[in-house]
């Protein structure tokens, strides 16, 4: 019998996005395939970390972390738009699975930002994995915004959840 497709998206929840590993864990369990994914925030985290083929390093990574390590990844700044840069969190991620450009990815995937000087969504669907993450997870007054090509790129939630 043929595996059930599905096409998954994964919105926001900061730490508690951490349960979408579990979700994905369940829907493979339960016989589908995932044939693409879609997500903001820490839902374009876990789901790019999946689609690149790297969850299960993920999980043991992120299931190994205590609050000091968590506090470690962290490297503060005085920015007016947000008092955490993301360097050494990301500079992490990339130790832990790699970093790959997304149109290599065997499942497709798409990180939602919202650009706060246009007031749209951006879709990252191809180039560097980690630079889409980064523009999608800035918490705006937590994360220091990705600022690219005339666009200042924020948490995908800000606009949609």
């Keep these: 019998m043929a595996k059930k497709k599905v096409h998954l998206v994964l919105g926001s929840g900061g730490a508690r ?43 043991e990574w992120i299931l190994g972390l205590n609050r000091k390590g968590v506090f470690d990844l962290l490297d503060f700044t005085f920015a007016k738009q947000g008092f955490v840069k993301g360097e050494k969190l990301f500079a992490k991620h990339i130790e832990v699975t790699g970093n790959e450009n997304i149109e290599d990815f065997d499942i497709p995937f798409t990180a939602v930002a919202t650009d706060m000087r246009h007031h749209k969504e951006v879709h990252f669907k191809k180039g560097d994995l980690y630079k889409a993450l980064r523009a999608s997870v800035s918490i705006p007054g937590f994360f220091v915004p990705v600022v690219e090509d005339g666009k200042v790129l924020v948490d995908g939630g800000v606009l949609n959840p």
């Design 17 to 59: 996005g951490i349960a979408h590993i579990a979700v994905i864990e369940e829907l493979e369990k339960a016989g589908y395939e995932i044939v693409e994914v879609i997500g903001c925030s820490m839902g374009a985290v876990v789901g790019g970390i999946y689609a690149a083929g790297h969850l299960p390093e993920y999980k």
